[in-house]
T-cell receptor, first 118, second 112 residues
Framework: GAVVSQHPSRVICKSGTSVKIECRSLDFQATTMFWYRQFPKQSLMLMATSNEGSKATYEQGVEKDKFLINHASLTLSTLTVTSAHPEDSSFYICSAAVRGGSSGNTIYFGEGSWLTVV | LAKTTQPISMDSYEGQEVNITCSHNNIATNDYITWYQQFPSQGPRFIIQ???TKVTNEVASLFIPADRKSSTLSLPRVSLSDTAVYYC?????????????FGKGTMLLVSP
């Protein structure tokens, strides 16, 4: 089946620094990818929709200058957390849509990336 | 934006069939219903997707009544490894699933 891969799976960074998380579609092209954030024991919250070749669309309350999204190719979207602070520590998950036939498009998720800001 | 409602938790035993029902009263005409499974510290894993009636694959069945205001995920003969959170999502594929919103999910605990 379709595979979405994230890297790194875990990252620790110092407060004030920036960290980049990559999301790749491994065996299909994804014009649209989605970035989610999940705190422990909570559900996933959509942060933004990443569109290949254009600006990302951010959900209300998500700072676009803090969470920079770049979707430069049909197989790669990146999320950069700029000037990270401890409250940005979370589990970040990306997903991508695979075009389907009669069953409709299907969203597949990456493995997730744990970010810890110290 | 179709909102979903699921039981917060369910308990079962190994070998039993588990049915998790999701309510989505304001589902739109173009919306599909998709179920995901999530283990701790992992991304959600696709289980099954459908639009109407019944869909079956190698791991589960999805039952959708004619009015599509609810759906039931059926897991046959669960094992301990099926302990996870299960999410029911409703969204429009043509919109790129930009309306895909996660509810709280159902925590399924399978005991020996």
């Amino acid at each position: 089946g379709a595979v979405v891969s994230q890297h790194p799976s875990r990252v620790i960074c110092k407060s004030g620094t920036s960290v980049k998380i990559e999301c790749r579609s491994l065996d299909f092209q994804a014009t649209t990818m989605f970035w989610y954030r999940q705190f422990p024991k909570q559900s996933l919250m959509l942060m933004a929709t990443s569109n290949e070749g254009s600006k990302a669309t951010y959900e209300q309350g998500v700072e676009k200058d803090k969470f920079l999204i770049n979707h430069a190719s049909l197989t790669l979207s990146t999320l950069t957390v700029t000037s990270a602070h401890p409250e940005d520590s979370s589990f970040y998950i990306c997903s991508a849509a695979v075009r389907g036939g009669s069953s409709g498009n299907t969203i597949y998720f990456g493995e997730g990336s744990w970010l810890t800001v110290v | 934006l179709a909102k979903t409602t699921q039981p917060i938790s369910m308990d079962s035993y190994e070998g039993q069939e588990v049915n998790i029902t999701c309510s989505h009263n304001n589902i739109a005409t173009n919306d599909y219903i998709t179920w995901y499974q999530q283990f701790p510290s992992q991304g959600p894993r696709f289980i099954i997707q459908g639009y109407k009636t019944k869909v079956t694959n190698e791991v589960a069945s999805l039952f959708i009544p004619a009015d599509r205001k609810s759906s039931t995920l059926s897991l046959p003969r669960v094992s301990l490894s099926d302990t996870a959170v299960y999410y029911c999502l409703v969204g429009d594929p043509d919109s790129g699933y930009s309306t895909l919103t996660f509810g709280k999910g159902t925590m399924l605990l399978v005991s020996p």
